[in-house]
Each structure stands twice: as structure tokens, then as C-alpha cells.
């Protein structure tokens, strides 16, 4: 289920092109959910009068917003100041995750905000891969760790230096290795990116451009 923020905004938008956008921010500027499940949406109106015009005129309009983007059949319970204190009493919190459809793996942009942990990311996966490299072809081959982590982190950072054992290692230690070597120049968020993201939709859009000629 949606968050209660997006759903309402979503719901708003809708009543605004079936009404107007006055008349919805007459009715509805200091409502908000309460609870909202599959089958029941609670509003709170803090006024009576605008908790009757809204159950009166425009419970049809949300239960059409409802069904039609989130495809949910649901009763609209409007609740006042003189009622929201026995709903607080008695309710509990409503079983859905507060979870915003836009922010996805999709949709990430590194930013201002999020550059720090976007690197400490990869500088985590970036140091596991060449840790956990170097100790699995330690056990595999009973080569000092210390000489395996100093192939792996040769292979993570792709700069080709090498104690001379590559020759020798098996096959499980060699594929290691071209792992962490492709991982390193291709980049680990770049594959995990492509692995994951829905690939049937795309951003890309050809640009258009009016060119005069003659």
C-alpha cells in the first residue's frame, strides 16, 4: 500500500479535474488521513460544516478516485473535532507501509543530498569484494592472506600489479579475480543497476528541435 501523504495527493489531483482546483481547496485544505486500508479511508475535518458538505457532495468523487487509480473499493468515513478524540482512543495503527512509489532504484539520482552515502556504498561493497576475495583464494590455494589480498586488490582497482601467482591458481581463484577485475572497470552499482531496473521503461527521450531551413 502507498503512504497516506501519496495517496491524498493523489486523490486531491483527481477531485481537481473532475471539480475545480478552488473548490477542492475549499472543501479539503485541512483534511487528512487518518487511516486508510483496502477496504476503509478515514478523513479528519477539524470543521462540522465542511465534514457534512463533504460527505453530502464529494464522497462519490473519492471513492472514483480510489477505484480508479488504486483500483480499491472503500468506504469514506469523514470524522470532526467532536469526534476525533474517541477515534484516537480506540484505533490502532493501520497496517500499511508508509512507502512512496517514487523513490526507487529506478528513480535514484546521486545528489547534494545523498552523494556521502552513495559513496560510502561503494567503498563498503568495494572493500568487501577485495576482503572476502583475498580470503577465499587464501583457503582455496593455502597461500599467505596477505599475498591474496594484494591480488585482489589489484584486480578491484584494475591497475595490473601482480606477486606472480596469478600463473599458478586454480580455476576457482583466476575466475575470482576476473570477477573482481570486470566488477572494478565496469563498476558494481553499474551491473546491480542493470540486473534490477525495469528495463521496459526507459527516460530516454530523443530531443526535438524546430531547425529553419532556407
Not at 473532475?18 to 477496504?39: A, G, H, M, N
Not at 512512496?100 to 545523498?114: A, E, K, L, R
Not at 590455494?141 to 591474496?148: A, M, N, R
Request: proline letters at 3%; a negative charge; one cysteine or more.
Amino acid at each position: 500500500m502507498y503512504s497516506s501523504a501519496y495517496v491524498w495527493a493523489k486523490v486531491l489531483g483527481h477531485m481537481e479535474s473532475r471539480l475545480t482546483p478552488q473548490v477542492v481547496s475549499t472543501w479539503f485544505d485541512d483534511t487528512e488521513i487518518l487511516e486508510l486500508t483496502d477496504e476503509k479511508l478515514v478523513l479528519y475535518s477539524p470543521s462540522s460544516f465542511r465534514k457534512d458538505i463533504i460527505l453530502r457532495r464529494c464522497v462519490g468523487y473519492i471513492k472514483e478516485a480510489m477505484q480508479e487509480i488504486f483500483q480499491l473499493n472503500v468506504d469514506v468515513v469523514v470524522l470532526d473535532d467532536t469526534e476525533i478524540e474517541a477515534y484516537r482512543g480506540k484505533s490502532q495503527k493501520p497496517e500499511f507501509i508508509e512507502f512512496n512509489p517514487q523513490f526507487t532504484f529506478d528513480n535514484f539520482i546521486v545528489g547534494n543530498s545523498n552523494r556521502f552515502a552513495n559513496a560510502a556504498a561503494v567503498a563498503v561493497m568495494y572493500f568487501l569484494l577485495f576482503f572476502v576475495g583475498g580470503i577465499v583464494i587464501s583457503t582455496a590455494e593455502g597461500l599467505p592472506l596477505s599475498t591474496c589480498l594484494y591480488e585482489t586488490a589489484s584486480a578491484v582497482g584494475t591497475v595490473g600489479l601482480t606477486l606472480g601467482i596469478t600463473p599458478q591458481l586454480g580455476v576457482l581463484s583466476q575466475l575470482i579475480l576476473i570477477v573482481l577485475m570486470y566488477l572494478g572497470r565496469v563498476g558494481g552499482l553499474t551491473l546491480i543497476y542493470a540486473a534490477i531496473s525495469n528495463k521496459n521503461q526507459s527516460g530516454a527521450k530523443l530531443p526535438l528541435e524546430n531547425i529553419t531551413v532556407g
